[in-house]
């Protein structure tokens, strides 16, 4: 390997992938490496999600989520085609199952118009005959949404970027940043043993350790990254027919999670969840999980005492549910009844990167931080994985705009 390159990517989920392989196409004659700590790619956020292309139901106009995502679902769709990556076109519903959520149905409805996404609002005669093992008064039918498998998506896009030129080093772990006015020094721990590696320009799709990896830079900035656990159950297989389409719950617009929802698998499987629980871990996949550096961390965060005290109720509910198959299941039965306790199967969780500012803040939308010679994606919300595509895009011209090389 080398120790001088011209750029150098922090972060092997889909979204540092997806920007390593663009800068590659767009600089062909540019020597690129992508860094990832872990054995394999996609071992975190972009591995433990569950395979939907969303349409960008939920997201305010003019928003980058809304407008990534919008491009990502065209760019993820014609990628796999290209790629015979597997895609089902299965839909999406969004069911309302009291008054309450029938009116923040008609709100969510009319984003979708302001977005341009092609919706449907059925009522609940129509709701039972596109579903007859769902129960609500009403539904919003979401043609556009899809369902994939992202870890295949990531390694096709690497290996264009290894056809084409690009370097990946796996078990590699950042370590230290320098930055001075010509290259960015890489300290990189690699097995027993440490390398400085230079890059004129150095990007951070770093995930769950974004905040990390900005400060390692010596950026200032005024967020946290705070884990929150997405614990899933997969239902036996005399389940597998039991919905048609994606089946989601009316969620909460005051928080950036989508409830917990019945979910195609791209396998013919179909998963419950998830919920969204409070982390002590940032990479705590297990049922316990404990992490002292992480949970100090994150003790020491005002940020992070203010937005537990705005959600406190939410998250008590949240926390009962997780060690509660009988509170968990009331959330599956107020739309699919018939779903009962001894359906709900282990299956692996996921963690949520969510940047909360230091007033208590939940950051909704995409989040990057620059100094002269680096560019730190520092929250990639969902849909990241529907989005990476324009989201590398995105960071390519960033990175052009900035015009250090």
Known sequence: MKQTYDYIVVGGGIVGVSTAWQLQQRHPNCSILLLEKEQHLSSHQTGHNSGVIHAGVYYAPGSLKAEFCKAGVAATTKFCRRHTIPVENCGKLLVATTPDEVECMKALFKRCQDNEIDVELIDQQELKRREPNITGLGAIAVSATSIVDYRKV??????????????IQLSSEVIGLTEHSDRVEVKVQSQSQSTVLSGRFLVSCSGLMADRITRMMGLETDFQIIPYRGEYFQLPAKHNQV???????IPDPD??????H?????????????NAVQGFKREGYGRFNFDLKDTLEMLRFAGFWKVTAKHFKTGLVEFKNSWSKAGYLKLVNKYCPQIEVEDLQPYPA????????????LVHDFLFAESPRSLHVCNA??????????????????IADKQTL
């Open 154 to 167: 990531t390694q096709a896009m690497a290996q264009e970027f290894q056809q084409a030129g690009g370097e």
């Open 381 to 398: 919300p969902s849909p990241a994985a529907t989005s990476a595509i324009p989201i590398g895009g995105y960071i390519c011209d960033k």
């Open 350 to 361: 996921g963690i949520r990167a969510q940047a909360v500012l230091k007033d208590g803040s």
């Open 243 to 249: 919905v048609q389409h994606l089946i989601y719950p």
């Open 262 to 274: 019945l979910t195609r698998m791209i396998d013919g499987s179909v998963t419950v969840g998830p």
């Open 255 to 260: 928080l950036p999670f989508l409830g917990v």
